[in-house]
T-cell receptor
């Protein structure tokens, strides 16, 4: 059974630091992996989607990598800003089974606080 | 460019009452879904739809009904509210549930916070 784990559950850093958020999954048979951001009291915003055949995706100061063999993805945030404070969630779409969005497996998220 | 619109944002119900959470998207997305988010349990899929007239159950469908009469709308009905249904509900859509990667990217609504007393 696919399980997704995000460690740490919470992280507090000073402004300007480069930081890495981790996402691990137990079954390497995935179709893709997505990173989302959730602001308090708000919905989720998709940040990056990595296909199983890709190693990384970049958007601005964000870089997500994928290592299927080790069951890990990292979200790298460069030069963090207070506006980056939010909860970051990863979700895996398994390859096996019906393999549609309905089968997304979610982590519980990492709550990030970037302090000025 | 409204995206996914959920109403209401907040609702308080008494046990046994029924209500409908509304979800509408203006992006011509084929796929729509409802999630609930609870502390320590993450996001759990309630129901989903891959197109007008087609719905299916997710992980936690009991106590909820859905219908998809149009591409744009996907309401979630609570038949007889229970305290266990106190949660934050999110509607999400994507262009497709299959095919090209970009088609799978989910767009979420802002959420509906429901309290059942």
């Amino acid at each position: 059974k696919q399980e997704v784990t995000q460690i740490p559950a919470a992280l507090s850093v000073p402004e300007g630091e480069n930081l890495v958020l981790n996402c691990s999954f137990t079954d390497s048979a995935i179709y893709n992996l997505q990173w989302f951001r959730q602001d308090p009291g708000k919905g989720l915003t998709s940040l990056l989607l990595i296909q199983s055949s890709q190693r990384e995706q970049t958007s601005g100061r964000l870089n997500a990598s994928l290592d299927k063999s080790s069951g890990r993805s990292t979200l790298y945030i460069a030069a963090s800003q207070p506006g980056d404070s939010a909860t970051y969630l990863c979700a895996v779409r398994p390859l096996r089974g019906a393999g549609n969005n309905r089968k997304l497996i979610w982590g519980l998220g990492t709550s990030l606080a970037v302090n000025p | 460019n409204a995206g996914v619109t959920q109403t209401p944002k907040f609702q308080v119900l008494k046990t046994g009452q029924s209500m409908t959470l509304q979800c509408a998207q203006d992006m011509n997305h084929e796929y729509m879904s409802w999630y609930r988010q609870d502390p320590g349990m993450g996001l759990r899929l309630i129901h989903y739809s891959v197109g007008a007239g087609i719905t299916d159950q997710g992980e936690v469908p009991n106590g909820y009904n859905v219908s998809r009469s149009t591409t744009e709308d996907f309401p979630l009905r609570l038949l007889s509210a229970a305290p266990s249904q106190t949660s934050v509900y999110f509607c999400a859509s994507s262009y497709s549930a299959r095919g090209a990667p970009g088609a799978n990217v989910l767009t979420f609504g802002a959420g509906s916070r429901l309290t059942v007393l």
